[in-house]
T-cell receptor, first 112, second 113 residues
Framework: AQSVTQPDIHITVSEGASLELRCNYS??????LFWYVQSPGQGLQLLLK??????LVQGIKGFEAEFKRSQSSFNLRKPSVHWSDAAEYFC??????????FGTGTRLQVFP | DAGVTQSPTHLIKTRGQQVTLRCSPK?????VSWYQQALGQGPQFIFQ???????QRGNFPDRFSGHQYPNYSSELNVNALLLGDSALYLC????????????FGSGTRLTVV
């Protein structure tokens, strides 16, 4: 069965530090890949997406993600974290364009 | 340009009751998908409506049903509520059946007591 794994439940970083959130997926082919962010009590906002082509994808708010087929990974990165980046981050896989399968999320805490 | 609107924002129901949640899609969108997000979990796909028909369904019992109106708005109905139905219910709209075009609403927080 298709699945998405986010191995880090909670990550804490200092403001200005770099960030990498991990995501691995299990699927027979290369799916569509997404990263979403969710602030408390809010819906999901799309950060970036990968369908094909260049494996390094740029998104909003200074985020980027790299697709590595050999590792079935799609890790999210940011070179310098801001306090406003504190939120829940979800990796998702799009299958047959009809639905998304989400990971369980990584909660990011940012210390000043 | 209004995004996806969900109502109500919060709801408290008693076990065994029925509930209806509503979603108005983003202007120009014709497809509505519903997701359930339990506390501490990622969203799980419930079903998708396109052209007023349920097109695909996730692993949810028949107690969960939906409807889409000609103006593309949608309802999610849950019968015989269980405590485990307590969750944030998210509506996402898109144009056509392309998940990468999703716009999510802020959700309805349902608490079953």
């Amino acid at each position: 069965a298709q699945s998405v794994t986010q191995p880090d439940i909670h990550i804490t970083v200092s403001e200005g530090a770099s960030l990498e959130l991990r995501c691995n997926y299990s699927y027979g082919a290369t799916p569509y890949l997404f990263w979403y962010v969710q602030s408390p009590g809010q819906g999901l906002q799309l950060l970036l997406k990968y369908f094909s082509g260049d494996t390094l994808v740029q998104g909003i708010k200074g985020f980027e993600a790299e697709f590595k087929r050999s590792q079935s990974s799609f890790n999210l990165r940011k070179p310098s974290v801001h306090w406003s980046d504190a939120a829940e981050y979800f990796c998702a896989v799009g299958l047959n364009t009809d639905k998304l399968i989400f990971g369980t999320g990584t909660r990011l805490q940012v210390f000043p | 340009d209004a995004g996806v609107t969900q109502s109500p924002t919060h709801l408290i129901k008693t076990r065994g009751q029925q509930v209806t949640l509503r979603c108005s899609p983003k202007s120009g969108h014709d497809t509505v998908s519903w997701y359930q997000q339990a506390l501490g979990q990622g969203p799980q796909f419930i079903f998708q409506y396109y052209e007023e028909e349920e097109r695909q369904r996730g692993n949810f019992p028949d107690r969960f049903s939906g409807h889409q109106y000609p103006n593309y708005s949608s309802e999610l109905n849950v019968n015989a509520l269980l405590l485990g139905d307590s969750a944030l219910y998210l509506c996402a709209s898109s144009f056509g059946r392309e998940s990468y075009g999703y716009t999510f609403g802020s959700g309805t927080r349902l608490t079953v007591v």
